[in-house]
């Protein structure tokens, strides 16, 4: 039976890594790539309806992406494999979209695919699968993030109602507050409080919110000129939290670093360009059409580098990953500028968390003879200065 044409809507709900992933990727057809979306789509109160992204053949070449030149392992270099985590076959998982990891190594699973939430412990069993029905009966559950809190708490990112509190071993709590909008990015400093990356309509800016979701302040530093595609671009850009509160933030378009303290001033900016990054050099039309988006998206992105993610390794060590079409790099630099590694690092499967030392990459092997998809397994590997 050959499958349906898929509307636009349909392309726009798929989410980035699952496209990243051809064994994924089968199950949306070959329109998948063309068009995709965070899948955080928006209320119709004057904001957008969905947060667009998209990626096309021209940026993402799947036939070749899991290739590099040569035989290079810059990676093995500077990562060992620790162990590979096998999750818990008991419950289904379609894709690791998120992953989070606390002080005791539980894994937080966020699956946008199936909308579940899960915690698995360092093993792979499964402790809990998250749920807000016990709190909040009828509660429209959607998940688009789930992210420990400093005192172990977890908070979860969902589409309208916007978020919801758990305890650390998976039990609700509640709502967080009603003004809350879901960011692109979150973290957290020492004190509970939140710093959100958000693309809103209302401009692209860093919010630092309370510990339940209530603005305390905006601030941040964007660049005007590339506006429109930071905000319809969900895959890229990063912001995080060290330990003394400081805040790291940075944009799809640059490998370069702001810096503010904890109250959201900026202090200082630093980074470092690879030989390989190739900048986006303009911008998205500020256009409500998609396909005129797509078209444009496709001009832009031939041959560019996206920023996609910036991560706390260590306590003061920052880890940034880039995506060139062809391959993922990364560099990594102390919380001062100063780069760490010798070499330029590249390879095939995207790093999903890094942390406390470690590096997180979920790995999505071939179906059986049935044509089942296993869950996927966490291959964690150790940096090594």
Known sequence: MQPTEPNLLQLLIVPCNALLNPKLR????????????SARPLMLNGLRFVQMIVLTASFMNFGSSMQLEGNRDEFGEYFKKVRTVQLDPNVVVGQVTHLDIDAANHLLVTDMMAKGVFIFDAEGKLKKKLSAEPCHPGFNWRPIRAVY?????IFLINSAPWGFRFKNDGDCLGPVDRSFRPPSHICFQPSGDIVGYYTLDDGNCLRKLTPLGMEIKKFGVFPDEFKQIISRYDGGGGVIC??????????MVSPDILVYNQN????????RTPPYYQRISEDLPASSNPMEIIRSFRKIMQGKTVTTSLYLLGAKTLLIQYMDGVSFGLDILDINGKRVV????????MIIQ???GFVYIAVQHEPDKSG???NPVIDIYEFRQ
Do not use: T
Not at 264 to 271: H, Q
């Open 26 to 37: 089968s199950r949306y057809g070959n329109h998948a790539g063309f068009a995709l979306s």
């Open 149 to 153: 809190s400093p005192n172990g708490e």
């Open 242 to 251: 060290d330990l003394e509160g400081k805040i790291y933030q940075v944009d």
């Open 264 to 271: 959201g001033e900026l202090e200082r900016k630093f980074g």
């Open 342 to 349: 010798r070499k330029d690092i590249r390879y095939k499967n």
């Open 354 to 356: 890094a942390k406390n």
């Open 372 to 374: 089942n998809l296993p």
